[in-house]
């Protein structure tokens, strides 16, 4: 009976998360223009709440990890938490909640993760610190267009 012990424990593991991140491409296409309409609004949203510097890469080709990174920054630890928090806000509003958010409390780096398109809402020195557009520089940058703030 010893022996079985260790087989009911493995039994009662979890099975691995099926829904981690993209292991592989998506046969849908549809997904790809809802992710960009998405990382869009962001980023009018982004620019709305008077965020700086905001950033739009495709890592289409490059990861599986998400379909886009937003990248802006706040001006201040408390900017950066507004903006973020207004972020979350507005778009639950919209039907889009998020997967995991890190860091909106410190206001230094807060990370709103919407699966396909993850948010970076930075200080201006952790941003230069980290340099996320040079980490992603085979990423393409995606224009912003403001059409989706709202007036």
């Known amino acids: 009976m010893a022996r079985m012990a260790p087989a009911a424990k493995t039994a009662q593991r979890p099975a691995p998360h099926a829904a981690s991140r993209k292991s592989t491409p998506i046969a849908d296409p549809s997904a790809a223009p809802a992710s960009a309409a998405l990382a869009q609004r962001i980023g009018a949203l982004c620019e709305e709440f008077k965020a700086q510097d905001i950033t739009i890469l495709s890592l289409k080709g490059v990861s599986d990890?998400?379909?886009?990174?937003?990248?802006?920054?706040?001006?201040?630890?408390?900017?950066?938490?507004?903006?973020?928090?207004?972020?979350?806000?507005?778009l639950k509003r919209e039907g889009q909640r998020p997967a995991h958010t890190e860091g909106?409390?410190?206001?230094?780096?807060?990370?709103?993760?919407?699966?396909?398109?993850?948010?970076?809402?930075f200080h201006p020195a952790m941003r230069?610190?980290?340099?996320?557009?040079?980490?992603?520089?085979?990423?393409?940058?995606?224009?912003?267009?403001?059409?989706?703030?709202?007036?």
């Not at 909106?104 to 809402?121: F, N, P, S, T």
């Not at 557009?133 to 403001?146: F, Y």
């Open 65 to 90: 990890m998400a379909d886009f990174f937003v990248i802006a920054s706040g001006t201040s630890d408390m900017h950066v938490r507004s903006t973020a928090q207004r972020l979350e806000d507005e």
């Open 104 to 121: 909106i409390e410190q206001g230094r780096w807060a990370i709103l993760d919407y699966v396909d398109v993850v948010v970076h809402v």
């Open 128 to 151: 230069s610190y980290y340099q996320l557009e040079r980490l992603w520089g085979d990423a393409t940058v995606v224009p912003l267009t403001v059409q989706g703030a709202k007036a």
